[in-house]
């Protein structure tokens, strides 16, 4: 069995990151994971995951702050221990073709999918390598990789995540630390649910080779497995998990 290991999960009140909590806390880890400040439901999560069966470690944070994520991660170093593992996974869309995207809708996608990236990781990526031990895990998309109509501000953001992971894994390689990217396809969350219906019907799912959305443990699962002893050879890779649709 692998070593239990801090993990820090941002966003983990939503459908992907709640699964990875979860899958990670199975494993026999300490999770902490993030919300954003005016998230009014995060003591009741906390409390309803409790009854679950899982302990859950929550703080207030904006990952799109950089002053917000410099206390969070420091609060969580002084009450649970340095991070081991670190999923950027906290995301939003603002969808509008490229003729009605405003500047307001630009910055919020690229500071919270992007900037949130250098502003997490940054505080725990100095500690893997003095540790000799970290796993930096990013979940971006495939429309990082295909781009998506109505998604210039989301698909830049989430390409560039790679480009971001792809960098910093040549700079830790040799210091036990991987990153990595994950690029699921659709995942039924509410991300997804907020496309409007008949989108979704007629240009979507009608792109996904096995026809129906994915699931978040079957991304959790991924995660799982790159947070593990066993991936220590993987690092800088951009893994799709989409249903096949990166062969069309
Ligand atoms: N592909 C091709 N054409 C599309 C399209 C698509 N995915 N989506 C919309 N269109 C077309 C429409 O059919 C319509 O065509 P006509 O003018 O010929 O009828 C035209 O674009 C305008 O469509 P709308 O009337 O819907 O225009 P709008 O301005 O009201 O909305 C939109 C545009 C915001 C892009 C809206 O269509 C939309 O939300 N589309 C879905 C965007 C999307 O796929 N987002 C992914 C969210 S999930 C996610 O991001 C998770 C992940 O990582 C995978
Ligand atoms: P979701 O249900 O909308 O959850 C998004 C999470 O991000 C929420 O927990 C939210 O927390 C958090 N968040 C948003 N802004 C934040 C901020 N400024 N600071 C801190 N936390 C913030 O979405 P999801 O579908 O689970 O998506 C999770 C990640 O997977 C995103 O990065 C998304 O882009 C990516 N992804 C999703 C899909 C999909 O099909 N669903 C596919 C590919 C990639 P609060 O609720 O507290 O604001």
């Known amino acids: 069995m692998d070593k239990q290991r801090v993990a820090l999960v941002t966003g983990g009140m939503g459908g992907l990151g709640e699964a990875i909590c979860i899958k990670l806390a199975a494993l026999g880890h300490t999770v902490a994971t993030t919300y954003s ?12 995951m409790k009854a679950r069966g899982y302990a859950f470690h929550a703080y207030a944070c904006d990952v799109a702050d950089w002053n917000s994520s410099v206390e969070c991660v420091q609060k969580i170093g002084a ?31 690229l ?25 930096i895990i990013n979940i971006s998309s495939v429309n990082g990789q295909k781009g998506a109509f109505g998604q210039t501000n989301y698909s830049a953001a989430k390409a560039g995540m790679h480009g971001f992971t792809k960098a910093l894994s040549l700079e830790v390689a040799r ?33 996904i080779p096995m026809g129906r959305l994915g699931k978040p443990e079957e991304v959790a699962g991924l995660v799982a497995y790159l947070a593990s002893e066993e991936a220590a050879f993987v690092t800088g890779a951009n893994i799709a998990i989409n249903g096949g649709q990166h062969m069309q």
Not at 87 to 108: P, S
Not at 116 to 121: A, D, E, K, L
């Open 37 to 48: 400040p005016g998230n009014t439901k995060a003591q009741e999560w906390v409390a309803a």
């Open 111 to 135: 500071h919270t999918n992007l900037d949130s990236v250098f502003n997490v990781s940054k505080q725990v990526c100095d500690g893997m390598v003095d540790r000799g031990w970290g796993r």
């Open 175 to 207: 210091k036990g630390v991987t990153v990595n990217t994950i690029s699921p396809g659709y995942i039924g969350t509410k991300m997804v649910m907020a496309i409007p219906k008949e989108v979704l019907d007629s240009k979507i799912i009608p792109q």
């Open 79 to 109: 009450e649970l221990g340095p991070v081991d593992v670190l999923v950027n996974n906290a995301g939003i869309t603002r969808d509008m073709t490229f003729k009605k995207m405003d500047r307001v809708n630009w910055d919020a996608v």
